[in-house]
C-alpha cells in the first residue's frame, strides 16, 4: 500500500513539472522571431551591392595658352587625339584685335584622359587657364538603377493584373498606368544613358592662340588723325566742285529763266 501511495505521489510531481515547463517553451519560441535582425540583414545585403559598384567618375579640363604656331599645335593636338582614341566635337577659328585662335571641344575616353593631358601639355611654356575637374557621380547613378528597376517591376505586376482583369474599365484603367509607368522607364533610362556616356568619354576644351604684331600706323597719333581729316575733307569739297562744274548747263538755264521772269514782273508793276 505505501508502494501504492509513492508511485502516486511522484507522479503528481513529474505531471506538475511538466506543466510548469510548457510556458517556458512558449516562451522561448516567441523570442526566436526578431523582425529587426531581418531588416538588418537586407540592409547589409544592400550595402554589400553598392561596395560592388564600379565608382562613376566624371572629368572635364579647360586649356588656354598661347603658341608660336597654330598649325603645329593644331598637329600636335591631331597626333594625341589620334593616340588616345578622342574625336573632336567642336571645331572653330578666328581672328581678334591682336591675336588669332582656335577652339577645340574634343572628347577622350576616361581612361585616357590623363594621358591626353600630358601629350597636349608637352611644349606649353605657361597655360593661362588649366582647369581639371572631376565629379563623383556614383550615388546618382545607383539612384537611377534603383528607381528604374522598381518601375520594371510594377510594371510586371501590373501586366499580371493586366491578364486577370475581365471589366473593360478595369483595363483601360490598367493600360493607362502601364503607359505612364513606361513613359517614367523611358525618363529613367535617357537619364542613365546620359549619365553613361559623360562618365565613359570625358570633354576637353582647348583654346590656344597667336600674338599678332601690330602693323605700323595702326596706333595713329592725333597729329596724324587730324592731318587724314583735313585730306578727307578736302577730298570732299573736290568731289563737291566737280559735281557742280558737271551740271555747268543746268545752272546758266536757270539763271537765264529766273532772269527773264523777274524782268517780266518788273514791267507789270509799272
Given at each position: 500500500m505505501k508502494y501504492i501511495f509513492f508511485l502516486f505521489f511522484v507522479f503528481l510531481t513529474l505531471s506538475g513539472?511538466?506543466?510548469h515547463e510548457e510556458p517556458s517553451k512558449n516562451m522561448m519560441i516567441t523570442t526566436v522571431k526578431l523582425p529587426?535582425?531581418?531588416?538588418?540583414?537586407?540592409?547589409?545585403?544592400?550595402?554589400?551591392?553598392?561596395?560592388?559598384?564600379?565608382?562613376?567618375?566624371?572629368?572635364?579640363?579647360?586649356?588656354?595658352?598661347?603658341?608660336?604656331?597654330?598649325?603645329?599645335?593644331?598637329n600636335q593636338i591631331q597626333i594625341a587625339i589620334t593616340a588616345n582614341k578622342a574625336t573632336i566635337q567642336n571645331d572653330s577659328e578666328g581672328k581678334d584685335?591682336?591675336?588669332v585662335y582656335r577652339n577645340l571641344t574634343i572628347r577622350v575616353p576616361s581612361q585616357n584622359f590623363d594621358s591626353f593631358i600630358n601629350a597636349i601639355s608637352k611644349g606649353v611654356s605657361y597655360f593661362e587657364r588649366k582647369d581639371i575637374s572631376s565629379q563623383n557621380v556614383t550615388e546618382e547613378y545607383i539612384d537611377l538603377t534603383s528607381r528604374l528597376n522598381t518601375k520594371r517591376k510594377l510594371e510586371a505586376r501590373y501586366?499580371?493584373?493586366?491578364?486577370?482583369?475581365?471589366?473593360?474599365?478595369?483595363?483601360?484603367?490598367?493600360?493607362k498606368q502601364i503607359s505612364v509607368i513606361r513613359e517614367e522607364i523611358e525618363a529613367k533610362q535617357g537619364q542613365l544613358k546620359y549619365l553613361e556616356n559623360r562618365v565613359s568619354e570625358s570633354t576637353v576644351s582647348i583654346s590656344f592662340y597667336k600674338t599678332v604684331a601690330q602693323k605700323e600706323g595702326v596706333k595713329a597719333s592725333y597729329g596724324s588723325k587730324i592731318w587724314t581729316a583735313i585730306q578727307s575733307g578736302f577730298f570732299s569739297l573736290s568731289e563737291f566742285l566737280i559735281s557742280i562744274i558737271s551740271i555747268w548747263p543746268f545752272i546758266i538755264l536757270f539763271c537765264v529763266i529766273a532772269y527773264f521772269i523777274r524782268k517780266r514782273f518788273k514791267r507789270k508793276k509799272i
Open positions: 513539472c511538466s506543466k529587426p535582425k531581418k531588416e538588418s540583414s537586407s540592409s547589409s545585403e544592400v550595402n554589400s551591392n553598392t561596395s560592388q559598384i564600379t565608382q562613376k567618375i566624371i572629368k572635364e579640363a579647360s586649356l588656354r595658352f598661347e603658341t608660336n604656331n597654330l598649325e603645329d599645335t593644331f584685335y591682336d591675336n501586366l499580371e493584373i493586366l491578364q486577370k482583369a475581365t471589366k473593360i474599365s478595369e483595363i483601360l484603367e490598367i493600360e
